[in-house]
């Protein structure tokens, strides 16, 4: 996580990428053992493998990837090309084989074999705003249930800047949804053009999440992110199945006071982007930072009421303020400097079936460098974090499809795939 051994990753990459023909995935000399990563197996008597030659068998939330994978058996390729600044791409989670992407002035266009459809899923550019680089149709989730209720959510920003959460609903044909439809979930007045957030998901425990930035400005100035009265600088985790517009659930951390009920993380700058893990259910969040330094948090299980840190510590460093003494911030899981990047775009942990090298590898980039890493939890909890691509994008975010692949989306138009070469 230093620059030190970012320069080490990058010098193992460039070292493989230069000697690998046939040169097998091997561990990093760092990593003390082979063993899986099996946390909440029951325990094991002795660290001894089986000796029997038996594949060990892992359980619903094991990492059977112990070592990030040799990126040069893996490329990301064309998948489609010709939109119009794609920020969000993801499924309808109906059985059907088509992709959604958002494109930021406030379409929603359909994905099918690979060929993006002339006419849109959603046009809602009559309401959005996007005329500054962080504003626009922002975010995309379809509901869990969407094969029955046709409901799916959005976060956006008006032609006045500020925030909605809000939902639509398709049409009786599948591929057209109706802008009409729009029942708006809450409003956040936003006081500066930029840190938007715009992340969006429902989460394993069928609740939907959305993130908000600090506001904008530069450096937090009104200090939002630590204030527990406003939604800016904050994850959310809402009801939508119950109540109306929406309930709070009973075990959000503030649900009884001490800040808005809605809230489920706090100290967050700008989490443009975060995911759940599929098989294990840990959200990930890249939180972009502000003058030097990006990184990636990670929350193995989820727990409420964790505080990211923002503006006390931009990633591991302080920033601004005297922490109190009871502060407990949640530091980083990854970072790294502005030498390498200059604005953190989070991504997903693979679970797909193509790729198994890749299986429990979250992969993560940056806007301005489109450099990708891999970051992997170790059996003694480390983490191991690698640059793996150059991919020459704008990388504007990630996107899983229903199998599981894995995709990224550079601003300028384009989505690539994660194949093997
Ligand atoms: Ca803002
Ligand atoms: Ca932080």
Known sequence: MSKLKSLFAFLGVTMLAVAACDVPTTPTPDTPTATAVIPTAPPVATATPTEDGEEPVPSATSNPVISLPDPSGYTWTAFVSGLER?????????????????EQPGLIRVIENGRVLSEPYLDIRDRVGSSGNEQGLLGLAFHPNYAENGYFYVNYTDKNGDTHIARFQVTADPLTADPGSEKQLLFVGQPYGNHNGGGIAFGPDG?????????????????????????????MRIDVDNGDPYAVPADNPFVNGGGLAEIWAFGLRNPWRFSFDT????????????????????????????????????ATHAYEGSPPADL??????????????CSITG???????????????????DYCSGSVWGL????????QDQLLFASGAQIASFGVDQAGEIYLLDLNGDILKLVSR
Not at 90 to 102: C, E, I, K, Q, R
Not at 376 to 383: D, K, R, S, T, V
């Open 86 to 102: 794609p920020v969000d791409l993801t499924y309808a989670p109906d059985g059907s084989a088509y992709l959604f992407v958002v």
């Open 207 to 235: 609740y939907l999440y959305f993130g908000l930035g600090d506001g904008g400005s530069a450096g937090d100035p009104e200090g939002r992110a630590q204030s527990l009265d406003t939604y800016l600088g904050k994850l």
């Open 279 to 314: 098989a294990t259910g840990d959200l990930y969040i890249g939180d972009v930072g502000q003058n030097q330094w990006e990184e990636i948090d990670a929350a193995p299980g989820n727990p409420g009421g964790l505080n990211y840190g923002w503006k006390y510590y931009e």
């Open 328 to 341: 407990n911030a949640v530091m980083p899981v990854a970072e790294y400097d502005h030498s390498q990047g």
């Open 347 to 365: 991504g997903y942990v693979y679970r797909g079936s193509a790729l198994p090298a890749f299986n429990g590898v979250y992969l993560y980039g």
């Open 376 to 383: 992997l939890q170790q059996a003694n909890g480390e983490w």
